[in-house]
């Protein structure tokens, strides 16, 4: 959601490297903007936890970058937890997606995450969520991030990994071919969804200190089975039908293994998600030491 592709073909690509959101959900761009609010609702509270653990809170007049905003589920879900006196800016490369999180409190950015219309050192904390396995070139946008935040500010990334993505009982094999397609396809188109084991490994790359990686679970002891629909439902592969990666029957397969396990009464399912924290150290940007 924060840079475009680096070449143009005769296939029209999104404007946000592999995230395109009118065709990551079945329905369209309004029901991916329903899986978005959904997701944050599931999930936001734990990470929310990290981020005051990881100092979000810290200082009441300071500057907040949420880059890869989107429609601004987690922005107006910011707003709401940070201090009165703290400066909220929402950025994303996609102004028709960004439009939607609009609100008191926020300046809306239309911006390319690797080259923000920022000051250095302008910035004391900038939270990516599932932006990163989206872009193309993860350490330029972070050398990016680095350049705008003062001397000991903080960047959080929050990511998935496909092998890492949580456990459910009863577990279905049969589906780990559908699940592996759906991998390649958002790799063929510039993301990786095994991004979060590297994430640690990326913040270093682009000159951050102070590195630490904090896993954060979601299950559905806590919230309703149904809840978790947006994520394991078979809406999300219905794109990838249109596009010839999924066959009408894995996607019959997928819905009927999802309808097994939502009226299971005993089936239980977590999420996992990874949250990579760091610091930027005083001195010049990486790319400036090359």
Request: proline share 8%.
């Amino acid at each position: 959601m924060t840079t475009a592709p680096a070449t143009t073909t005769t296939t029209a690509r999104p404007v946000g490297g592999s995230y395109d959101p009118a065709r990551t959900t079945g329905g369209g761009l309004a029901a991916e903007l329903d899986r978005l609010e959904a997701q944050a609702a599931l999930s936001f509270p734990e990470e929310l936890r990290i981020l005051r653990e990881l100092g979000l809170d810290e200082g009441t007049d300071a500057t907040v970058l949420e880059l890869g905003a989107g429609p601004g589920a987690v922005t107006r879900r910011l707003r709401a937890e940070l201090p009165a006196g703290t400066a909220l800016i929402a950025a994303d490369i996609d102004a028709d997606l960004l439009a939607h999180a609009a609100g008191p409190g926020v300046t809306l950015l239309v911006a390319d995450g690797a080259d923000l219309p920022l000051p250095d050192a302008s910035v004391d904390f900038v939270l990516l969520r599932y932006v990163l396995q989206h872009v193309p070139d993860p350490v330029a946008v972070l050398a990016e991030v680095r350049r705008v935040l003062k001397p000991g500010g903080r960047v959080a990334c929050t990511e998935v990994d496909s092998a890492l993505w949580g456990a459910a009982e009863p577990s279905y094999p049969e589906l780990a071919g559908v699940h592996a397609k759906m991998a390649a396809a958002q790799r063929a188109d510039g993301g990786d969804r095994s991004i979060g084991r590297r994430l640690p490994r990326l913040l270093r790359a682009a000159g951050f200190d102070q590195v630490a990686l904090r896993p954060f679970a979601t299950t559905n002891d806590d919230h309703p089975t149904d809840a978790f629909a947006p994520q394991l439902g078979p809406q999300r592969l219905e794109p990838l039908v249109a596009r010839g990666v999924l066959s009408l029957a894995e996607l019959a397969l997928a819905a009927d293994r999802w309808n097994r396990f939502r009226s299971d009464p005993d089936a239980w399912v977590m999420l996992l998600g990874l949250t990579a924290a760091a610091t930027a150290p005083a001195g010049r940007g990486p790319q400036e030491n090359a």
